[in-house]
């Protein structure tokens, strides 16, 4: 029970601020929305007359085709590969004492605070200096060193709950250590496993930074389509776009939250 | 516990993902101090010019710019965040807790670039906001938001409102409610017992929230290319046009090792500042 009750004036406008930010953050995505039902092919707000002809433009635009294609092949080839090497990692520093561990988790872990338009710029100067400038296995590479951050922590906060009971019971069986890894313990992490993957898919195709360093025209991602379709174009096509993309993000996050609970993933949850 | 089954082939995937990051930033510190020759990719000898064209006034004039972007940026973030936060800890329906959640989680997963064309129809001179303005009869003409600093913040705190809430809320749910109770049996008022022991518990999230919030703007790219359209530069924008507009990618890499230079002083900054705050609020 939060002491700022409602009937104190404090507590009241708290609340309002509360309301003026929500209102802050659903704005764009809203106005965004209306925009792209406007049938004219200028940008301004409010539309004249409805249609539904950008979202056909969109969807036929070529640029936007093959950066989604382009962009969901790096996305699933980028997530899966940083949920294996991160859910490895992960219980490796649950469960084992070793050498550079600290080392290893501070390095992969400033990919967080390191400015993304840097960590492009490397990626670009060594695949130039070893011959794979803007091929997809840099655009990979890059993608797995940005989303390992987020898959580490969803998959660390699982085997912190974990009840390490359960393994002991299968050892005490007879079960070697790899039986014990693939029947009781990934079974059990599948949770924290899902929610890991599905961060990490939702910001790599989402990636736009470090993916206009990386990429060329033949491996561009939808997010570098679409920004070189805002320099040169004024349609609403771009806002057809952005709302398919708007609506598929909020439902994968609200599928996260009932499924998985978002809540404990980002750890803003009251310990019971 | 000495028997550690699999401890080689859990780490070293990881360990070379490090190497990998530690690759390209040392690729980056070998470029900023090599020469630049025009027309070519390659870079030529060793050199320490990159970082002191760096002072000119133009460049030094970007830096200045840049952080204080980003601090403006990190304090409203922090001022608009923190009543959310404490609104999603103690949200008592869980209906509404999700909702809060999700609505605040989203930017951070829209991209910067569908987030930045969202906040071009919001800001425009044909904008929401002019429209909305002008509907009211407060306007007679569009006012200028695009291609302002103002415009910039705005859309940046967007992306950095969400990890701010989150880092926040984090801290908010691990303070034990037993202190705030205590507190008000010794008579303290709600906002005494929020200002005197909520707040100063939740130093550690504030910090984190600050901290990630600065390094975020930092690193944004297309929302001070887009809505500052050149008249608003970031130090990203500058590192982008001059590799790709110029292909002077030694001096773009000096750019860079000093953005991270910057972010990592201002960071200590930062938290040197707080602790002095915390001893100070201590005596």
């Given at each position: 029970?939060?002491?700022?009750?409602?009937?104190?004036?404090?507590?009241?406008?708290?609340?309002?601020?509360?309301?003026?930010?929500?209102?802050?953050?659903?704005?764009?995505?809203?106005?965004?929305?209306?925009?792209?039902?406007?049938?004219?092919?200028?940008?301004?707000?409010?539309?004249?007359?409805?249609?539904?002809?950008?979202?056909?433009?969109?969807?036929?635009?070529?640029?936007?085709?093959?950066?989604?294609?382009?962009?969901?092949?790096?996305?699933?080839?980028?997530?899966?590969?940083?949920?294996?090497?991160?859910?490895?990692?992960?219980?490796?520093?649950?469960?084992?004492?070793?050498?550079?561990?600290?080392?290893?988790?501070?390095?992969?872990?400033?990919?967080?605070?390191?400015?993304?338009?840097?960590?492009?710029?490397?990626?670009?100067?060594?695949?130039?200096?070893?011959?794979?400038?803007?091929?997809?296995?840099?655009?990979?590479?890059?993608?797995?060193?940005l989303v390992l951050p987020f898959v580490l922590r969803s998959v660390y906060?699982?085997?912190?709950?974990?009840?390490?009971?359960?393994?002991?019971?299968?050892?005490?069986?007879?079960?070697?250590?790899?039986?014990?890894?693939?029947?009781?313990?990934?079974?059990?992490?599948?949770?924290?496993?899902?929610?890991?993957?599905?961060?990490?898919?939702?910001?790599?195709?989402?990636?736009?930074?470090?993916?206009?360093?990386?990429?060329?025209?033949?491996?561009?991602?939808?997010?570098?389509?679409?920004?070189?379709?805002?320099?040169?174009?004024?349609?609403?096509?771009?806002?057809?776009?952005?709302?398919?993309?708007?609506?598929?993000?909020?439902?994968?996050?609200?599928?996260?939250?009932?499924?998985?609970?978002?809540?404990?993933?980002?750890?803003?949850?009251?310990?019971? | 516990?000495?028997?550690?089954?699999?401890?080689?082939?859990?780490?070293?995937?990881?360990?070379?993902?490090?190497?990998?990051?530690?690759?390209?930033?040392?690729?980056?510190?070998?470029?900023?101090?090599?020469?630049?020759?025009?027309?070519?990719?390659?870079?030529?000898?060793?050199?320490?010019?990159?970082?002191?064209?760096?002072?000119?006034?133009?460049?030094?004039?970007?830096?200045?710019?840049?952080?204080?972007?980003?601090?403006?940026?990190?304090?409203?973030?922090?001022?608009?965040?923190y009543p959310v936060a404490h609104a999603l800890v103690h949200a008592k329906?869980?209906?509404?807790?999700?909702?809060?959640?999700?609505?605040?989680?989203?930017?951070?997963?829209?991209?910067?670039?569908?987030?930045?064309?969202?906040?071009?129809?919001?800001?425009?001179?044909?904008?929401?906001?002019?429209?909305?303005?002008?509907?009211?009869?407060?306007?007679?003409?569009?006012?200028?938001?695009?291609?302002?600093?103002?415009?910039?913040?705005?859309?940046?705190?967007?992306?950095?409102?969400?990890?701010?809430?989150?880092?926040?809320?984090?801290?908010?749910?691990?303070?034990?409610?037993?202190?705030?109770?205590?507190?008000?049996?010794?008579?303290?008022?709600?906002?005494?017992?929020?200002?005197?022991?909520?707040?100063?518990?939740?130093?550690?999230?504030?910090?984190?929230?600050?901290?990630?919030?600065?390094?975020?703007?930092?690193?944004?790219?297309?929302?001070?290319?887009?809505?500052?359209?050149?008249?608003?530069?970031m130090v990203s924008n500058l590192v982008y046009q001059l590799g790709f507009?110029?292909?002077?990618?030694?001096?773009?890499?000096?750019?860079?090792?000093?953005?991270?230079?910057?972010?990592?002083?201002?960071?200590?900054?930062?938290?040197?500042?707080?602790?002095?705050?915390?001893?100070?609020?201590?005596?």
């Amino acid at each position: 029970m939060s002491p700022l009750a409602l009937h104190t004036l404090p507590g009241r406008l708290a609340r309002i601020c509360v309301v003026a930010v929500i209102g802050f953050l659903i704005l764009p995505p809203l106005v965004v929305t209306i925009a792209a039902f406007n049938e004219k092919a200028l940008l301004a707000f409010p539309p004249e007359r409805l249609s539904l002809r950008w979202f056909t433009k969109a969807l036929t635009y070529e640029d936007f085709r093959a950066g989604f294609w382009n962009g969901l092949a790096v996305t699933v080839w980028a997530s899966s590969i940083a949920l294996i090497v991160g859910a490895a990692f992960a219980f490796a520093l649950d469960r084992y004492e070793f050498r550079l561990k600290r080392t290893i988790e501070t390095i992969l872990l400033s990919s967080l605070i390191v400015p993304h338009f840097t960590i492009g710029l490397g990626f670009l100067i060594i695949a130039a200096q070893i011959g794979m400038a803007r091929g997809f296995t840099v655009v990979v590479t890059a993608h797995v060193i940005l989303v390992l951050p987020f898959v580490l922590r969803s998959v660390y906060v699982s085997l912190r709950n974990f009840d390490r009971r359960l393994e002991q019971a299968a050892e005490s069986l007879g079960a070697p250590p790899a039986r014990v890894l693939l029947t009781v313990t990934v079974p059990l992490l599948v949770p924290g496993l899902v929610s890991g993957w599905l961060l990490a898919a939702i910001l790599s195709f989402n990636e736009f930074t470090a993916s206009l360093f990386v990429t060329g025209q033949r491996t561009q991602t939808l997010p570098v389509a679409m920004y070189n379709y805002v320099r040169e174009y004024a349609d609403p096509s771009m806002a057809a776009i952005s709302v398919l993309y708007i609506a598929a993000t909020a439902a994968l996050l609200t599928f996260a939250n009932l499924y998985l609970g978002l809540g404990k993933v980002l750890n803003v949850e009251q310990p019971r | 516990m000495t028997s550690r089954p699999f401890l080689g082939a859990f780490v070293a995937p990881a360990a070379l993902c490090a190497v990998a990051l530690v690759a390209a930033l040392l690729a980056i510190l070998q470029y900023s101090v090599r020469m630049h020759v025009p027309g070519s990719l390659e870079p030529g000898g060793f050199t320490l010019e990159n970082f002191v064209a760096l002072l000119k006034p133009l460049y030094a004039r970007v830096f200045l710019d840049t952080a204080w972007i980003c601090l403006l940026t990190a304090f409203a973030t922090l001022l608009a965040g923190y009543p959310v936060a404490h609104a999603l800890v103690h949200a008592k329906r869980p209906f509404v807790k999700g909702l809060i959640l999700i609505i605040v989680v989203t930017p951070l997963f829209l991209g910067e670039v569908v987030r930045t064309y969202s906040w071009i129809i919001v800001l425009g001179n044909n904008g929401f906001i002019n429209f909305v303005l002008w509907k009211l009869g407060l306007i007679a003409s569009p006012i200028q938001l695009m291609f302002t600093t103002f415009g910039v913040v705005l859309a940046l705190v967007h992306v950095t409102l969400p990890v701010m809430v989150v880092m926040l809320a984090a801290a908010l749910a691990h303070i034990d409610p037993a202190y705030e109770r205590a507190a008000a049996s010794l008579g303290a008022s709600p906002l005494r017992a929020f200002l005197t022991v909520t707040l100063p518990l939740s130093t550690p999230g504030i910090l984190a929230g600050v901290t990630t919030a600065f390094a975020w703007t930092f690193s944004a790219f297309a929302t001070p290319q887009l809505i500052g359209g050149g008249r608003v530069n970031m130090v990203s924008n500058l590192v982008y046009q001059l590799g790709f507009a110029s292909f002077n990618f030694p001096f773009a890499a000096a750019l860079s090792v000093a953005g991270l230079a910057m972010t990592f002083a201002l960071l200590g900054l930062i938290r040197f500042g707080t602790r002095r705050f915390e001893n100070v609020a201590q005596h």
